[in-house]
Structures are given as structure tokens and as C-alpha cells.
């Protein structure tokens, strides 16, 4: 899939519109004007693939990303400021926090 021209130039009909992507760094979308919904609120959505859950974390914790995915073993644990709030679903059982 990381060879393939056709999967490295995704074609989608959402909100955003694939701009760039480098592998195991981050993935660049810009928002698409034209969706049938109207644009979403952000000109650029910055994806940044931060491969360690520690660093994720800490990363977290320093303002540099604003949300990530808590992993089981950790939500015990997680600090809860007031300038975070937290999302749960069940999707793999995982806990997404994000700023505010």
C-alpha cells in the first residue's frame, strides 16, 4: 500500500481533500470548499503519527497535539485538567481525550 501510487493519492467526497503525505510522519488534508454540508471549520487538518503511546501522551500533556487516544492500560491513571475534556466510545475499547 506505501508503493501504490493509487493508495499514496487518495480520491474521497468528504470534507477534506487530500493534500500530502509522508509516511510514519503525518497526513496534510485542506478543507474542500464545495462539500454538499458547506466547509467544515478548519482550512487545514494537520494529522501527526506519533507511533509510541508514551509519546502520544506527553506530546498530549505538553500542548503539541490536541487529542489522542488513551489506551486501557492507561485511563486508570489519566489526569483530568481543566482544560481538557473527554470523549468515550467504544470503538477498540479506547478512551479519546482532547483539548478544549
Do not use: C
Not at 8 to 31: C, E, H, M, N, T
Not at 60 to 73: E, I, K, M, W
Amino acid at each position: 500500500m506505501r508503493d501504490s501510487q493509487f493508495s499514496r493519492r487518495p480520491i474521497g467526497s468528504g470534507p477534506f481533500a487530500f493534500r500530502d503525505w509522508k509516511s510514519d510522519q503525518y497526513i496534510v488534508l485542506d478543507r474542500f470548499d464545495g462539500y454538499w454540508e458547506g466547509p467544515p471549520n478548519y482550512k487545514r487538518y494537520n494529522y501527526r503519527i506519533i507511533p509510541d503511546q508514551k509519546t502520544q501522551e506527553m506530546e498530549f500533556y505538553a500542548g503539541t497535539v490536541d487529542l489522542y487516544s488513551v489506551q486501557p492500560t492507561r485511563s486508570r491513571g489519566w489526569r483530568r485538567t481543566s482544560d481538557t475534556r473527554v470523549f468515550q466510545g467504544s470503538a477498540s475499547g479506547t478512551r479519546t481525550s482532547g483539548t478544549t
